[in-house]
Structures are given as C-alpha cells and as structure tokens.
C-alpha cells in the first residue's frame, strides 16, 4: 500500500514537470501576454515546463507555458509537448496595466517590430501622436543606421569593433521607436529584458499600418548624378528582403545653393508661395522623408521633394549630398505617404 501511494506522488510530481522542444527562437515573458516585458530569450532547445494559463492570441492558439524560469512562453512555439491538460492550470494571470500617453513624436517615426531599422515598420506615426510607452531598451546593440546626423553602428561593421548608443522605446503596437523622433521621454521605464534579433515575424497587431496602394513603393534607381542635377528614372524594382543597413531615417544633408525656400507645399514649380523657412547655403537639414513630384506623363518629368525636421519643403536637388546619391538611401529612405498613423 505504502509503495502504491509512493509511486502515485512520485507520477504526480512528474505530471507538474513536462519538458518540449523550442523550434526557434522565442521570448519567455513574465506574463503571458506579448506586450510583457521579457525575462529571457530562449534559442532553439529545450525547456521544462510547470503549468499552462491563457493570454494573448498567438495563430488562434491562446495557450502560454509556465517554464521554470519563471516566465511565459507562447504554446506556439513549443515544438514537442503533450497536451497542456497533463500540466496543471496556473491560474488566471491578470493583465497588467499599461501606461497611457506618456510620450509623443517629435518627428515622423517608424515603429519597428525590434530595436533596429529593419526591412518594413510596423506603424508610421506622424508627429504629435501620443504614445503608451510600455518598456524601454537602451544601449541596443545592432545594425549601422544614421539617425539626425549621428551614426550608431553594432558590435562589429565593416571589419571593426564598434559601440553602439541606441536607446528604442516599446509601444502598445508591440513595436519600437527610435529616442531621436519622440520628444524627451521623463518617465523611469521598466527595462524591455533580453531581446533577439532573430526572433520571426509572428506577432502582428492589430493595428499594423496599411500602406496606401497610391503610395510608391522606391525612389527612382540610383545614378552617378552631379549635384543640382536631376537624374534620370529606371524602371528596375529592388527586393522587398531590405538588409537592415539599408533603412536611414532623418540623414543629414547641407544645401548647396546660396538661398533655399522651404515651402508648405512639395509642389516642385512653386518655390515661393507658402514659405516656411529659408535655408542659407551649406547649411545642414535633415529630412524625414520624401516624395516624387511627377509633372508629366514622360518618366523623367519628376521632381524628388524632401520633407525637412522644419515641416516644410525642399528640392532634393537643392542639396549637396542628395537622395541618389546612396543607394542604400535612395532604395529604402521612407515615403512620406507611408505615414498615416495618428494612433499609438
């Protein structure tokens, strides 16, 4: 009798204890809901787990883990598990909280599914738009990217060893934000925990932003062009798989002629109604995106307008260092018609 009941505490304390096998690489949370800051990142391997509990809707699979970690992972992304009625029930975790308006674009601003520029944002915020800033990730370390003239570059580029200074603030979007197109950010956030950079698109929000069709979708291909010259159209269409080196926001640029209107309009024949500011030659500006002025039915009729950190206008052939002159810039430099979101 005493080696029955043995056996049977014996099967229940296995019964609490089931391990799986991740099959890629996946964030454990400390509440299993994706907007939860992380406690750990788990690569492809195995894990032990406790308990199951419900939370946010991963591919119509509302099931988190109890790892003993102490954190939650998405059923989803456990590869080998039995099914969670043979681990006990953890309870009802409440959802936290989140915070509500506490920052605001300064700029144009795109919100990316990890702390680096990447290939397509999640949301484009125009400026002035409140923000529920969840977490913040400082000190990220990742890819080369220029931002209002200065450049943050990962642990290595091009055969170097670099220091990256990068801070990125989480939204309610399960997206980030970059510090230099929000406005100074005073409250003491809640570290975002370990990220990876190789963590899968999954995850989508609800309120992903939908890019209108109208909208182009590159700059005209790359020439060797002279400044104060414009160059000519190609019709070749690059890849959507954007490296993450190649996504620039707000560069530096100077102007390259003696006075140049900044106007309301980015109508690129009308440079003088509806003057906002008035650059004076060699002066730095810094756009935040661009457009194609088309003004004819001819390919090559277009003008490049860049939209500046003044709110105003001007010829991007106005500029000594233009748009097409990168290749990386000119491929992949935002359009300003992405930015449609008023919404955190």
């Known amino acids: 009798m005493l080696s029955l009941l043995i056996g049977f505490l014996l099967a ?12 890629e690489p996946t964030e454990c949370k400390t509440c299993p809901y994706s907007l939860c800051t992380n406690k750990k990142v788990y ?49 009802r975790v409440q959802q936290p909280e989140w915070p509500k308006r506490n920052g605001r674009t ?15 944002a999640r949301k ?78 999954r995850i989508l929000p609800e309120t992903e932003t939908t890019i209108p069709t109208s909208a182009p979708t590159l700059f005209p291909t790359p020439t060797t062009v002279l400044p104060n010259t414009t160059p000519s159209r190609s019709a070749s ?9 190649s996504r620039r926001f707000l560069y530096n640029t100077t102007i390259g002629e003696e006075y140049v209107n900044c106007t309301e309009t980015s ?10 500011h008035v650059y004076e030659f060699d002066q730095p ?10 003004f004819g039915p001819h390919p090559d009729n277009y003008t490049i307008m860049l939209f500046t950190t003044d709110f105003c206008w001007i010829r991007d052939d106005e500029c000594w260092e233009q748009l097409l002159q990168s290749s990386l810039r000119s491929d992949h430099f935002p359009h300003c018609e992405s930015f449609t979101d008023t919404v955190s």
């Open 12 to 23: 229940a304390v296995g019964a609490a204890n089931l391990p799986g096998s991740i099959w």
């Open 285 to 294: 500006v810094f756009p935040q995106c661009g457009t194609v002025d088309q």
């Open 124 to 201: 484009y915020y125009k400026n002035n738009v409140d923000l529920n800033l969840l977490c913040v990730a400082r000190n990220v370390t990742g890819y080369a990217h220029e931002v209002m003239g200065k450049t943050y570059v990962g642990s290595y580029f091009l055969g170097r060893k670099l220091t990256l200074h990068s801070t990125w603030y989480k939204t309610n979007s399960d997206c980030f934000v970059h510090e230099t197109g929000i406005w100074p950010v005073e409250d003491d956030l809640e570290d975002c925990g370990p990220l990876d950079t190789e963590l899968p698109e």
């Open 237 to 245: 269409v690059a890849s959507t798989d954007i490296h993450p080196l």
């Open 43 to 91: 690569d492809r391997g195995n894990a032990i787990f406790t308990c199951w509990t419900s939370g946010t809707d991963i591919y119509t699979d509302t099931t988190w883990l109890k790892t003993t970690d102490n954190c939650y992972v998405a059923r989803y992304d456990v590869e080998e598990f039995a099914d969670p009625s043979e681990l006990p029930y953890c309870g």
């Open 267 to 276: 109508n690129s024949k009308d440079r003088v109604h509806g003057v906002r």
């Open 106 to 120: 300064r700029y144009y601003s795109e919100c990316y599914r990890m702390p680096y520029l990447q290939d397509r």
